[in-house]
């Protein structure tokens, strides 16, 4: 049997990396060899450390992100494609077209061209577009 893949967003690693919901990270370490960590969400990531404040304590988080999952996923030419078609598909919904973000687009693609399901808190978004298995680890 195949395992299945798991592609967390940037909010559910956030989540993770901050240790305060006990439920999630038990599912992060259950599911460790499962879970790959997209270019999309590292870009968010170093992003977010880039621009803040307190760069030597978010600098010491991701590296020991960056242990747990030492392989980053390219975000290749055929993910690149998924991504496209995601977004245009949500832009033809005229007139109740409701985009999502863009590096949503991008992470909903990547899964999409992974086989892969996404793991969000953020379902509402992710819900939108077709074909994509999205789950919510962080419900009550």
Known sequence: ???????????????????????LCERVEKYAEQLYLSAIVWSELRYGVE??????????RLAKLREKFPEVEAFDEHAAWWAANVRAYLAN?????????????????HALALGATIITHNTREFSRVPH???EDWQLA
């Open 93 to 109: 919904l005229k007139p109740n077209a409701q985009p999502i973000g863009y590096a949503d687009c991008l992470l909903a693609g």
């Open 51 to 60: 621009k803040s404040g307190n760069l030597p304590r978010l600098v010491i």
């Open 1 to 23: 049997m195949i395992a299945r893949i798991y592609l967390p967003d940037t909010n559910l690693i956030s989540q993770f990396l901050l240790g305060r919901d006990v439920r």
């Open 132 to 134: 994509l298995e999205v």
